[in-house]
Nanobody, 124 residues
Framework: QVQLVESGGGSVQAGGSLRLSCTTS????????MGWFRQAPGKEREGVAC????????YYADSVKGRFTISPDYAKNTLYLQMDSVKAEDNAMYSC?????????????????WGQGTQVTVSS
């Protein structure tokens, strides 16, 4: 059974940094892409970043470009999201997901699996 478990969330001041981790287990042969999405209360789900593993291309949402970095550690079966220069609007529940491909806006498409999420709270 495939599992995705996120960690690393917490409270961070605006302008600060945080690193989220997504550890996977199980055989993910159907997952050509992996990424992160977030959802804030009362807002729609937003794709944040997506790694298309087949060609190693990464896509980011415009809202996080230049501030967030997604990176894999295949030896540890872990996907990271480095969040720098955090803003109040980054306050959300962050979840990782695995799927088939990526959109240019940083969304995983054809999602097969996703985790429960980790909360990021930004204080001013």
């Amino acid at each position: 059974q495939v599992q995705l478990v996120e960690s690393g969330g917490g409270s961070v001041q605006a302008g600060g940094s945080l690193r989220l981790s997504c550890t996977t287990s199980g055989y993910t042969y159907r997952t050509s892409s992996m990424g992160w999405f977030r959802q804030a209360p009362g807002k729609e789900r937003e794709g944040v970043a997506c790694l298309y593993r087949v060609i190693g291309t990464i896509y980011y949402a415009d809202s996080v470009k230049g501030r967030f970095t997604i990176s894999p550690d295949y030896a540890k079966n872990t996907l990271y999201l480095q969040m720098d220069s955090v803003k109040a609007e980054d306050n959300a529940m962050y979840s990782c997901e695995a799927g088939f491909t990526c959109s240019e806006e940083g969304e995983v498409q054809g999602t097969n699996y996703w985790g429960q999420g980790t909360q990021v709270t930004v204080s001013s």
